[in-house]
């Protein structure tokens, strides 16, 4: 599956961003979808997972609260909505999919940048 993410930006602490991830070339409701996020001079690191019908979701401790994971398979699209940004989820975000039965990631967006300005 080919991934396109989008919605980032430049973001004040304390408001809320959309990022959102398009999906093409295979079934999409047969991926569970990942966000995952890499900040200047660490390594990425897991941010959400959603199940492949969007009714399981799973989040990194200091993001659970603050974002929420969705899906809309009609669409072909993953969201990650951040509430309450702070200068440190300053991130490129990525979306990425791991096929139904599948133990491995297998597609990455190419990620969108967002920055917090505190």
């Known amino acids: 599956v080919q991934l396109q993410a989008s919605g980032g930006g430049l973001v004040q602490a304390g408001n809320s961003l959309r990022l959102s991830c398009s999906a093409s070339?295979?079934?999409?409701?047969?991926?569970?979808m990942y966000w995952f996020r890499q900040a200047p001079g660490k390594e990425r690191e897991f941010v959400a997972e959603?199940?492949?019908?969007?009714?399981?979701?799973s989040y990194a401790d200091s993001m659970k609260g603050r974002f929420s994971i969705f899906r809309n398979n009609n669409k072909n699209e993953v969201y990650l909505q951040m509430r309450n940004v702070k200068p440190e989820d300053t991130a490129i975000y990525y979306c990425?999919?791991?096929?139904?039965?599948?133990?491995?990631?297998?597609?990455w967006g190419q990620g969108t940048l967002v920055t917090v300005s505190s």
């Open positions: 990425a999919s791991r096929e139904k039965n599948k133990q491995d990631i297998d597609s």
């Open positions: 070339g295979r079934t999409f409701s047969n991926y569970a």
């Open positions: 959603i199940s492949l019908s969007g009714g399981v979701d």
